[in-house]
Antibody, heavy 117, light 111 residues
Framework: EVQVVESGGGLVQPGGSLRLSCAAS????????MTWVRQAPGKGLEWVAS????????SYVDSVMGRFTISRDNAKNSLFLRMDSLRAEDTAVYYC??????????WGQGTLVTVSS | QSALTQPASVSGSPGQSITISCTGT?????????VSWYQQHPGKAPKLMIY???NRPSGVSNRFSGSKSGNTASLTISGLQAEDEADYYC???????????FGTGTWVSVL
């Protein structure tokens, strides 16, 4: 069974940092692009960042460029999102998703990040 | 990159059919057959319902169908059931600096 499980969310002060993790299982992780999507409370879905199978290509939404870094460890079937200089507007549930057929076919349950003093 | 435009809400009675629109531009919806649709029940993760405009993943009911005309994609739910009450989001690949964009979301209510 394909499964992705996020962890690492929590409460952080503005300007602080956090590292999210996503553990993948049930598929050959190294052969898929992977993506982070977020959803602010009561709001819609927002694509955040994607990374190529071997980590050689990465892309980000403009609002997190220079502050967030997506990475992966194929040996450990894991995806990461390093978030620095966090702002109140980064408060959201962050989902890890597998790219497939130019969409996202498997999602985790999400991890909540709250940026507040 | 602006979000794709969806109606805020759509409603229907059990057994009826409803259609949700998703309007973009020639740089996203109109330029590629890479539109997907997601169902999200409150407090749950999104679920892929349609990919590449009109294809259903294994396990998704054939009551869900997708289509596209010009810069507008559509999701049709036929034989509406109580369990279909949820938020629905479209998404498209784009030629902009951000490769993917989601729609604004549509709440489907079953009367």
């Amino acid at each position: 069974e394909v499964q992705v499980v996020e962890s690492g969310g929590g409460l952080v002060q503005p300007g602080g940092s956090l590292r999210l993790s996503c553990a993948a299982s049930g598929f050959t992780f190294s052969t898929y692009w992977m993506t982070w999507v977020r959803q602010a409370p009561g709001k819609g879905l927002e694509w955040v960042a994607s990374i190529k199978e071997d980590g050689s290509e990465k892309s980000y939404v403009d609002s997190v460029m220079g502050r967030f870094t997506i990475s992966r460890d194929n040996a450990k079937n894991s995806l990461f999102l390093r978030m620095d200089s966090l702002r109140a507007e980064d408060t959201a549930v962050y989902y890890c998703a597998r790219n497939s057929y130019w969409g996202f076919d498997s999602w985790g349950q999400g991890t909540l990040v709250t940026v507040s003093s | 990159q602006s979000a794709l435009t969806q109606p805020a809400s759509v409603s229907g009675s059990p057994g009826q059919s409803i259609t949700i629109s998703c309007t973009g531009t020639s740089s996203d919806v109109g330029g590629y057959n890479y539109v997907s649709w997601y169902q999200q029940h409150p407090g749950k993760a999104p679920k892929l319902m349609i990919y590449e405009v009109s294809n259903r993943p294994s396990g998704v009911s054939n009551r869900f169908s997708g289509s596209k005309s010009g810069n507008t994609a559509s999701l049709t739910i036929s034989g509406l059931q109580a369990e279909d009450e949820a938020d629905y989001y479209c998404s498209s690949y784009t030629s902009s600096s951000t490769p993917f964009v989601f729609g604004t979301g549509t709440w489907v209510s079953v009367l």
